[in-house]
Structure formats: C-alpha cells, structure tokens
C-alpha cells in the first residue's frame, strides 16, 4: 500500500451501548502495510463498551507497522485482543497509546513462526483521575534468529491505576534469539498504582533474553534545576514527563503521526485533552 490505512472508531449516541469488532488482516509474502486506529468518545453522559478482536497473518518478508491512539470518556471501557502470526523474514511493529479513557484492557498474542521473524511492541499510556489501563503481552519465539522488543511506558496520576504483564517464550529449537523487554513507570501522585509482572521462560541456552520493571517518582534533583533556572515547577514537572515518553514515540515511523503525538502528549501533560477526535487521516499523513 502506497499510503498509511486510518480507521476511526467513534462512540456518539443519546443512550449507552456496546460495539463489538473483528479485524482480520492478511499480508501476503512481500506486501507491505501501515495502519493507525483511532478510538474516540464524544459523548461523555452514556456508558459505552468497545470490544475487539483482531488477527494478524504477516507472511513471508512482509512487513507491518500498526498503530492505535484511544481518546475516550470516564464511561467507555474498552478491552482488544491482537493475536500475530510472523512467518520467516517478518516484520511486525505495534504501538499502542492511551491519552484517555475510563477502563481500558490491551492484550497481545504473537507468534515468530518463521526464522529470522522480528517483532516490535510499544506502549505508552497517561493516566489521570481514576482510569484503570491494563497492557498485556505474550510473545511467542518459535523458530531460530528471531528478535522482539518490548517498550511500555506509563505516568500515573491521582488515583489512577494501571498493570503490566509482559510474557517472552523460547520454545525448543529456537536457537539465537534476541528478545528484551523493558517496563518503565512514574508514579506523579501518592494516590496512583502500578502493577508490573514481567516474566521469561526459555528452553535454550543459546539466546539473549532480558527484562525489567522499573516504577519510581520525578528526578527531584532535575526538578530543582529547572526550578532555579526560573522555570515554573508545573511546567517543569510537564516537560520531565514529556521527555520521558520520546522514545516510546520515537518507535513510530508512519509519516506525520510522531510528530501528531508529540503534540497529543503535551496538550494531554498540559492538562488539556488530547482533542483528537477532530482529526483527519490528512492530519497524521501529511
């Protein structure tokens, strides 16, 4: 596909409802793909339930690149399954953002059936008030000189709560893999919770495996210096928390949609909503 697919999902109606969705996606060896879903509420007054199954078939040398922003109500809860199936020479990169949201749970199935099968996951979510958002991931490594990284990120703030749960398997046979995985949160107020379990399990001894969870607090060491070179503590605190997700964005290569995210994330750090529920594919693209 010669540009980027956007699908906008919008919940808007006098009384509260349910959606249901399945996603099927099949690249064929060689094809090429990018996609960015967008889930928005612009009602806040109902209740609504958004539940999505999506299955990804990424063949031979072909290559897929997804990304999915959520912007929604306190009202909207939202659970998604991905299940991935990479065949050898695969490339598979996935970055998820939540900016709002009321309940949301993410779950990741992948599969590197293939040799040579590459796998990216990303995540990062900004949590306010009492939003729950939960991310969880299983990567399956089946087939030699495969390779995965996983990326999450979260800022926590008032009485919101998150989870993390990141799973890497080595199956017998899958010699020479590469796979790390990296959790990193703060924690903005007292209130806030975090949940991580990162895990491994390996049956080989030729690979290279890691992973870790950190959760901590602002650099109070860096907040005093910007405090005394006269910038503000709100606005200082805002810019730690902006820098700290860059790399998370950084993982996006879908022209035009870094640089929209690095706009959602300030306005959302600033305390102004994400305000995405008004763009076009052209204002991600272009």
């Known amino acids: 596909?010669?540009?980027?697919?956007?699908?906008?999902?919008?919940?808007?109606?006098?009384?509260s409802l349910a959606a249901f969705r399945r996603l099927l996606i099949v690249l064929d060896e060689g094809a090429e793909m990018q996609l960015l879903v967008c889930d928005h509420t612009q009602d806040t007054a109902n209740s609504y339930l958004g539940s999505q199954i999506a299955e990804v078939y990424v063949g031979a040398g072909a290559r897929f690149e997804a990304c999915s922003i959520e912007e929604?109500?306190?009202?909207?809860?939202?659970?998604?399954?991905?299940?991935?199936?990479?065949?050898?020479?695969?490339?598979?990169?996935?970055?998820?953002?939540?900016?709002?949201?009321?309940?949301?749970?993410?779950?990741?199935?992948i599969d590197l059936n293939g040799e040579n099968a590459e796998t990216h996951l990303a995540g990062m979510v900004i949590g306010s008030g009492n939003m729950h958002i939960d991310n969880d991931s299983a990567i399956r490594h089946l087939s030699p000189r495969c390779r995965s990284n996983q990326l999450f990120k979260y800022v926590l703030d008032d009485a919101s709560t998150a989870a993390f749960e990141g799973g890497i398997l080595v199956a017998p046979g899958a010699q020479f893999t590469e796979a790390y995985q990296s959790n990193r949160n703060i924690l903005a107020s007292?209130?806030?919770?975090?949940?991580?379990?990162?895990?491994?399990?390996?049956?080989?001894?030729?690979?290279?495996?890691?992973?870790?969870?950190?959760?901590?607090?602002?650099?109070?060491?860096?907040?005093?210096?910007?405090?005394?070179?006269?910038?503000?503590?709100a606005e200082a605190r805002t810019m730690l928390m902006q820098a700290f997700m860059v790399d998370v964005i950084d993982s996006v290569h879908i022209s035009g949609l870094r640089e929209r995210l690095l706009h959602l994330v300030d306005r959302r750090f600033s305390g102004t909503l994400g305000d995405c529920s008004g763009c076009r594919s052209t204002d991600c693209h272009e």
């Open 190 to 233: 007292t209130e806030a919770r975090m949940h991580c379990k990162p895990q491994l399990e390996i049956y080989n001894d030729d690979v290279k495996c890691s992973h870790g969870a950190t959760t901590g607090q602002l650099d109070n060491d860096a907040l005093f210096y910007m405090r005394s070179r006269g910038i503000p503590e």
């Open 72 to 109: 929604s109500s306190v009202n909207t809860s939202r659970y998604s399954r991905m299940f991935v199936r990479q065949e050898r020479d695969s490339h598979f990169s996935f970055n998820s953002t939540t900016l709002t949201c009321g309940t949301t749970r993410n779950e990741f199935s």
């Open 1 to 15: 596909m010669q540009r980027p697919l956007q699908l906008v999902n919008i919940f808007s109606s006098p009384i």
